[in-house]
């Protein structure tokens, strides 16, 4: 129960900070404009293992929700049997998703 409060509230909050910088500050944009020259910065390897981290993330943070909210939340909008279906997929997904965050920064 305080984790459901707590959460909303870190969540609600993170999304009305996120919406005052944005409506305080506007679109931030480059100074002097763009150069036109692009610097290699990241090998193929580190582009796909930060997209795989990324990605697998995200689907850690729908799947989390899933979990702390779906019953109050999502299960209402789309009925029982959709959202046990839906849960059943997400419990795996989020199982076997975690790999990339939990060894990326394993020596």
């Known amino acids: 129960m305080i984790l459901r409060w707590f959460g909303t509230i870190v969540i609600l909050g993170t999304l009305a900070a996120l919406l005052a910088a944005y409506v305080l500050l506007g679109p931030i944009?480059?100074?002097?404009?763009?150069?036109g020259h692009k610097v290699p910065r990241f090998s193929a390897f580190e582009r796909f293992a930060h997209w795989l981290t990324g990605i697998s993330f995200i689907i850690l943070g729908l799947t989390g929700l899933?979990?702390?909210?779906?019953?109050?939340?999502?299960?209402?909008?789309?009925?029982?049997?959709?959202?046990?279906?839906?849960?059943?997929?997400?419990?795996?997904?989020?199982?076997?998703?975690?790999?990339?965050?939990?060894?990326?920064?394993?020596?």
């Not at 944009?29 to 150069?35: E, V, Y």
């Not at 849960?87 to 965050?101: N, Q």
């Open 66 to 107: 899933n979990m702390t909210f779906g019953k109050k939340l999502l299960m209402p909008l789309i009925g029982q049997n959709a959202f046990s279906a839906f849960s059943e997929v997400a419990k795996y997904a989020h199982d076997f998703m975690s790999f990339p965050i939990r060894y990326r920064h394993s020596p």
């Open 29 to 35: 944009r480059i100074s002097a404009g763009r150069s």
